[in-house]
């Protein structure tokens, strides 16, 4: 699917629009996940994601030693 359409389309519905890193962080807040843990498998993907971003949401979660 198309990502933009896709979050257009939820957002006419009035659904919440939720990102994949939103989505683990939600996770880890219900504390079903291990942040470090889900971001470190999650990096290791093939996601495009920037070096800027991936360092902020590291830092922000304060695992950044332990991911980057």
């Given at each position: 699917?198309d990502e933009a359409k896709g979050?257009?389309?939820?957002?006419?519905?009035?659904?919440?629009?939720?990102?994949?890193?939103?989505?683990?962080?939600?996770?880890?807040?219900?504390?079903?996940?291990?942040?470090?843990?889900?971001?470190?498998?999650?990096?290791?993907?093939?996601?495009?994601?920037?070096?800027?971003?991936?360092?902020?949401?590291?830092?922000?979660?304060?695992?950044?030693?332990?991911?980057?």
């Amino acid at each position: 699917m198309d990502e933009a359409k896709g979050r257009t389309v939820a957002e006419l519905y009035r659904l919440n629009v939720r990102g994949t890193i939103g989505v683990l962080e939600q996770a880890a807040r219900e504390n079903r996940i291990d942040i470090a843990d889900a971001l470190r498998r999650f990096f290791d993907t093939n996601f495009r994601i920037s070096h800027k971003l991936r360092t902020l949401i590291a830092q922000k979660h304060r695992v950044y030693e332990q991911i980057m």
